[in-house]
């Protein structure tokens, strides 16, 4: 990796990839050529045949964007990396920064939602948005969907009207196609690399492919699919991708963990708890999301 010697620079070190999602597998096996997108304290963003995968540092979490790289944080921030840097894919791993990450012994996680196999028993529903509402106080998402379970009215700003009068349509509606509608109305609402509203939106959909076999949630799933593609291109490009993944049923370590363990009746307060604090309110606009899509698509 590049350090502050100059003298440096033409050195090839060797490093470790520690993680990467399985659908990435192609750009290696490809030798696919990238470049640097966007630059962060923690991620760097790169573009390949114009989809965006991020590298990060080992204690990152993993997404769908991600290629977490077995380097610590400290060390990860040292990188001199500028947008339009080179990042090549090898059959053996991934050359970045005058470094070589090996791929030979990274884990190699599966994104896809596939474990609800089933329709999930209402009272479990129950539970877990019983659960996940403890957890959205911060944030106008989640303050509006504590607001509903309480029959409270608070202050909102003039985009958390908006968002408001959209939920509480969307709350009392039973009908699919309409409902969907509502959902995608709120695709780019927010501020951020990832708005609000896409990250409600990723939380909507995750509750649907998590309830996958009931019949209202599986027409719920694609009437979201079909009415958030349409609005797909109206907001960020790094949210865009977490929205296309999570329109194929791909979502992060942490929101698996939750409905995995959920559905085997396992206490998940912690994963819930570390979803909540990702960045400013993007983990609790997704936990919002959830909740909604879990009352909703439960509501066969």
Not at 92 to 111: K, P, Q, Y
Not at 151 to 161: H, R, T, Y
Not at 272 to 278: L, P, T
Request: proline share 2%; with cysteine; glycine share 8%.
């Amino acid at each position: 990796m590049l350090w502050e010697n100059e003298d440096e620079r033409e050195v090839m070190f060797i490093d470790q990839i520690k993680a990467y999602c399985k659908h990435f597998k192609p750009l290696f096996e490809h030798e696919k050529h990238a470049r640097v997108h966007s630059v962060y304290k923690s991620t760097i963003n790169c573009m390949v045949d114009d989809r965006i995968f991020s590298l990060q540092h080992q204690e990152m979490p993993i997404t769908p964007l991600s290629i977490n790289l077995d380097i610590p944080k400290k060390v990860f921030e040292l990188i001199r990396v500028n947008r339009g840097d080179e990042v090549q894919f090898t059959k053996e791993g991934l050359m970045a920064f005058n470094s070589m990450f090996t791929r030979e012994h990274a884990e190699v996680f599966d994104c896809d939602l596939t474990e609800g196999t089933k329709p999930l028993e209402k009272v479990k529903i129950k539970l877990l948005t019983d659960h996940i509402l403890k957890y959205i106080e911060k944030g106008e998402f989640g303050r509006i969907a504590k607001s509903f379970k309480d029959n409270e009215v608070i202050p909102l700003s003039f985009a958390g009207n908006y968002v408001s009068g959209v939920l509480l349509r969307l709350a009392s509606s039973s009908n699919v196609v309409e409902t969907g509608s509502l959902s995608a109305q709120l695709v780019g609402v927010g501020e951020g690399l990832t708005p609000s509203g896409d990250d409600f939106n990723c939380g909507m959909l995750a509750a649907q492919y998590y309830l996958r076999g009931n019949e209202y949630a599986d027409a719920l799933k694609d009437q979201l699919i079909t009415q958030i593609s349409q609005r797909i291109n109206t907001t960020t490009i790094i949210s865009k991708e977490f929205l296309v993944y999570a329109c194929q049923g791909k979502f992060s370590q942490m929101v698996k963990n939750v409905l995995i363990k959920s559905q085997k009746e396992i206490d998940v307060t912690e994963e819930i708890i570390k979803i909540r604090d990702i960045g400013h309110t993007s983990g609790i606009d997704f936990l919002t999301g959830l909740y909604f899509g879990l009352l909703k698509g439960g509501n066969e």
